[in-house]
């Protein structure tokens, strides 16, 4: 291997991770939010009829339910993408990648999933003038699961009223361990947040009365 591609190798290497010698995947993160790309290739030594996808998500992480019903994914237990971590529950989801009767898995397949950081909530943290304080008190970094990708040599299960059980044998998981930082909300900062918060609707609602009775005005003239 020439310098310049073992370069370009260990590069890229954070990013793109090869979790089977079928399965290729690629993560980016901004902030709030994370996606995931997967790309999964036919293996002719390990036939297989049915492939699904089983995730589980934490608290603290969700995916749009509008994003998860375009996968037809059958989803276990409630997503309310409104609530802080601390409101919300564990929940999971499954979606068939690929189902026959008759002929093997023979062709490539690619899914994606943006994956959203909740709130967490406000730290009461009273060491606002010690310089002593650390900076990483502002962050957490939490763990970020990832999919797993299921093979079956039998034709997939019903995802109508559940998701089939995880296939420990056969199912193929990312060696990486992703994680995600998000901030944490400070007690001390709610003195100014919350005038604020009140403050908007306050102008914005008047901006819209006065308006209207200038329109009203108008049109009586």
């Known amino acids: 291997m020439s310098l310049t591609s073992l370069c370009i190798f260990f590069f890229f290497l954070p990013c793109i991770i090869i979790s089977a010698p079928n399965i290729g995947s690629r993560y980016t993160g901004t902030g709030f939010h994370t996606r995931l790309e997967y790309t999964i290739d036919p293996d002719p030594s390990m036939p297989a009829r049915c492939l699904f996808v089983w995730h589980r998500l934490p608290p603290y992480l969700y995916i749009e339910p509008d994003e998860l019903h375009q ?66 008190d502002l962050y957490e970094t939490l763990p970020l699961p990832e999919p797993v990708i299921h093979f079956t040599k039998k034709q997939c299960p019903h995802l109508g009223v559940g998701c089939p059980a995880p296939i420990a044998e056969t199912g193929i998981e990312s060696p990486r361990e992703l994680t995600v930082t998000i901030p944490v909300g400070q007690e001390k900062h709610l003195w100014f947040v919350f005038p604020i918060t009140c403050l908007f609707p306050f102008i914005s609602c008047s901006l819209l009365f006065i308006i209207s009775g200038r329109i009203q005005t108008k049109t009586v003239n």
Not at 76 to 100: D, K, M, R, V, W
């Open 71 to 136: 996968l037809n994914a059958t989803i276990l237990g409630s997503i309310n993408i409104e609530t802080s971590a601390s409101q919300s529950h564990p929940f999971a989801y499954c979606f068939i990648l690929y189902n026959s009767t008759t002929k093997p898995f023979d062709h490539t397949k690619t899914f994606s999933i943006n994956i959203h950081s909740r709130y967490l909530d406000p730290r009461n943290d009273n060491t606002d003038l010690d310089p002593r304080r650390d900076d990483t």
